[in-house]
């Protein structure tokens, strides 16, 4: 199976329309940046030979290669068509030979193809940022009390339940695939230790990616007699769920891969029984414990009761856990790069992302700057959080419009 | 066994007042959070079941305060040892669940490793027959055979038949059971046609009405079998009283555990030369014999060598690295000695031995 990472591009247009219209604003103009126009003539130049490549024989890399430009062609030719009319109007309308009748339907026209062709380089824009690699994958959501205590526990469980929501609303199948919650059952308002959501719907992880950092709450705890406010933290972790079948088999096999596991370098305890062992005991015990050997990467997966389960979910999470690993460092050097070009903000495990404040009913994200005061709805994940999760992609892209506007300046340069 | 600390009991209560019951038979807190996790659910299921039923019958229900009842009942059994399964109603083995009850063994994880690993040795063979034919002595829950057909199901050059054999009538109620539920519908991949039951003594002399040649003469189920495995009670008497769970000994039935007749005399190796010589019977190319420790495997090694078959011996994993020699026979994988694979004839290529 291939990927389809214009389906997501297509989410990113979606999403991306409010924003442009201020972006565009910002930059008073109508059109597109000449640096980023040449690189889509560029990446047209190369479609090209890579359609002739592929005429005379099939090739899996150039197939998919193409399979990624194509957005780009089609809103180039969008542009062009746009321009074209443009200018073609333009003329007409300074052409003092234009019959004035004709000139007054052309002003209308201008107007009208003005328009598609700010719409055209819009698109063309959010065409040339780079997709991210894992965007068409399930995730996984990793929640972890920080500091705070139980206050933090309690939150982490919160925002488990808030996710959840998030989930079956919009009718994503979620998955807990592991989950300890300090007494042993799960029920709400039970502080939480740790918790894996597996959101099993394409285009997870591009769409819940940006939910990674550090929430922080502020209310006062049930705990606390006195009626203070505390400010306790939970760290979320977004991973892309490797799974083998999300995946073409090629990607575990091969070695160059962010997939690749050698098993080899795994070691796997399965926790076998006390004792004898066989006829003399009797053992529930079905946990199983892989560890990464190289980078010591230890996952451990208890929760069901049978051991195949436990594996697979273990391989999983492990798998998920070393391929965002690379990727991170991989990323380290591009990032460091592009934050010397532009203040890109960073968007790592460790960064405060977002504020609930529960004296104001309040809900702050620090990226977009986005302010909500429907708490409750947020924490039942209702629209609300919809309307924030969406500020947070929205200043992404305009992060990596700036970034690409900003490369592009500096590679002429 | 030693004693809990009263700090961990403590610490235990302080999470959950239910948690320090199961401590004892569980030992360790994780383990007691996991199947108190599991009993809760159950206790969901159940609830529910009765929520709906009241409904039917539009009478008010307290869904909520009857699980607590359920649990508490549950955790209760569970404190005094009855095994989780019994009280769960199934066990995972391999990729399967089976259904288990009382009176009959709750399979071992053990023996579900080396049907897998069998089962996948055989997967990739060559040179299969086009119908291979396993038989399973002491079959219990039916779970090897029904295990092995789940395994082999993407074979689709060869037909996999096999017949299962207990002297339990309770066991083979079971066994059908697990056989209808699983083989329904191909869920598993197992054919209900494919697997059958029957009930024979495998100890009895040969011309004995119950005998195991007897009942497969009548049953028109003679001839040859390619695959023999057995997991045959094989726990000494010495054994029996120092190294079996409390729970095992209390709620397990005695008769999967040791030879029933004379338990008295039984050092464990009672079954094993009766097997043995059927597996000569019917022509067995692969034996698969479950056994106690390495000692008994070894034990158990030399008298299929008198038979004329090859040996090694797996562990508990048998699909880990690891190998050595001990008293002359090979000994595969990680933890305790725990089966005796023996072959003779085609059976080598298959286990891609040879
Ligand atoms: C250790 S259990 C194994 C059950 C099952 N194969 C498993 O692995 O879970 C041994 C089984 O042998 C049966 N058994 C005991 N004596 C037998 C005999 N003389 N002939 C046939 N089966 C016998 C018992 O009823 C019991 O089900």
Redesign the interface.
């Known amino acids: 199976m291939t990927p389809a990472p214009w389906i997501c591009r297509s989410c990113l247009l979606h999403i991306s329309r409010p924003l442009f219209r201020r972006l565009i604003r910002l930059q008073s103009t109508e059109s597109i940046s000449p640096g980023l126009l040449a690189r889509a003539r560029s990446i047209a130049i190369e479609h090209k030979q890579l359609t002739d490549k592929l005429a005379n024989g099939f090739d899996s890399k150039a197939a998919k290669k193409l399979g990624e430009y194509s957005p780009v062609i089609r809103a180039l030719q969008d542009w062009d068509k746009a321009n074209e009319s443009v200018s073609e109007l333009t003329s007409l309308i300074h052409d003092s030979t234009t019959d004035p009748e004709l000139r007054e339907l052309a002003a209308d026209d201008l107007e009208a193809s003005r328009s598609q062709l700010i719409n055209a380089s819009q698109s063309l824009t959010t065409s040339l940022i780079p997709v991210h690699p894992f965007a068409h994958l399930p995730c996984l959501i990793e929640i972890r009390p920080g500091a705070g205590g139980s206050e933090a526990s309690i939150f982490a469980a919160d925002l488990l339940r808030m996710y959840q929501g998030f989930c079956n609303r919009n009718n994503y199948r979620a998955t807990l695939l592991k989950f300890e919650y300090t007494n042993g059952t799960q029920e709400s308002g039970i502080p939480l230790t740790e918790a894996i959501l597996e959101i099993d719907a394409p285009n997870a992880y591009g769409m819940l990616r940006s939910e990674a950092g550090v929430h922080r709450v502020q209310r006062v705890p049930v705990t606390e007699s006195k009626g203070r406010v505390h400010t306790s933290a939970v760290s979320v972790l977004v991973l892309p769920s490797i799974q083998e079948n999300t995946l073409g088999e090629e990607n575990f096999d091969d070695p160059e891969s962010d997939y690749y596991v050698d098993p080899k370098e795994v070691r796997v305890d399965i926790m076998r029984a006390r004792g004898a062992g066989g006829q003399h005991v009797n053992t529930t015990d079905s946990a199983v414990r892989l560890t990464h050997i190289p980078t010591n990467t230890v996952v451990s997966i208890q929760d069901s009761r049978s051991q195949p389960k436990n594996r697979e979910k273990a391989w999983r999470l492990l798998r998920s856990r070393l391929a965002q690993a690379r990727r991170e460092k991989r990323e380290e050097e591009v990032v460091a790069m592009r934050r010397s070009v532009v203040g890109v903000a960073k968007m790592g495990r460790g960064d405060k992302v977002r504020t609930y404040n529960w004296g104001q009913q309040r809900v702050t994200d620090h990226r977009s700057g986005m302010t909500v005061h429907d708490l409750d709805d947020v924490m039942e994940g209702g629209e609300t959080l919809d309307k924030i999760m969406e500020s947070v992609r929205s200043w992404l892209i305009e992060k990596d419009v700036e970034t690409l506007i900003a490369e592009n300046a500096a590679a002429k340069q | 066994m030693p004693r809990l600390s009263p700090s961990l009991l403590r610490h235990a209560r302080s999470?959950?007042p239910l948690?320090p019951a199961l401590l004892r038979p569980?030992?360790t807190l994780?383990?007691?959070?996991?199947?108190?996790?599991?009993l809760?659910e159950h206790a969901e299921r159940i609830a529910q079941k009765y929520a709906n039923g009241a409904e039917v019958l539009k009478c008010r229900f307290e869904t909520k305060a009857w699980k607590c009842k359920v649990l508490r009942e549950l955790v209760r059994k569970r404190g005094l040892g009855t095994?989780?399964?019994y009280l769960?109603g199934s066990?995972?083995f391999?990729?399967l669940?089976v259904f288990v009850r009382r009176g009959v063994?709750?399979p071992?994880?053990?023996?579900a490793a080396s049907t897998t690993h069998l089962a996948r040795l055989l997967r990739r063979a060559e040179n299969l027959p086009e119908e291979l034919k396993l038989l399973d002595l002491c079959t219990g829950s039916g779970c090897i055979p029904l295990l092995f057909q789940h395994e082999m199901r993407r074979r689709q050059d060869v037909d996999v038949s096999c017949l299962g054999v207990d002297v339990e009538e309770r066991a083979l109620r079971l066994a059908r059971y697990n056989l209808c539920k699983v083989g329904r519908g191909n869920v598993a991949g197992v054919d209900g046609d494919a697997v059958r039951f029957v009930r024979a003594d495998v100890l009895r002399d040969i011309d004995a009405p119950d005998s195991l040649t007897r009942v497969l003469e009548k049953e028109g189920l003679g001839g040859k079998w390619d695959v023999l495995t057995a997991?045959p009670?094989?726990?000494s008497l010495k054994?029996y009283w120092s190294?079996?769970?409390l729970?095992?000994r209390h709620f397990?039935p005695r008769r999967?555990?040791q030879a029933h007749n004379r338990p008295e005399m039984d050092g464990g190796d009672t079954f094993y030369p009766r097997i043995l010589r059927t597996a000569r019977l019917v022509d067995a190319q692969i034996v698969l014999l479950?056994?106690?420790?390495l000692q008994q495997g070894l034990r158990v090694a030399g008298l299929a060598r008198d038979s004329e078959f090859e040996v090694v011996i797996w562990r508990?994993?048998p699909d880990?690295d690891g190998e050595e020699v001990v008293g002359g026979i090979r000994v595969i994988g990680k933890?305790?000695g725990?089966s005796v694979v023996c072959w003779r004839g085609a059976g080598g290529r298959w286990l891609g031995v040879e």
């Open positions: 999470l959950n948690l569980c030992r994780s383990s007691a959070q996991n199947e108190l996790r599991w809760d095994p989780l399964q769960l066990e995972y391999g990729d669940e063994l709750v071992r994880c053990e023996t997991n009670p094989y726990v054994a190294s079996t769970a729970s095992v397990e999967a555990l479950e056994v106690a420790d508990d994993v880990q933890g305790h725990r």
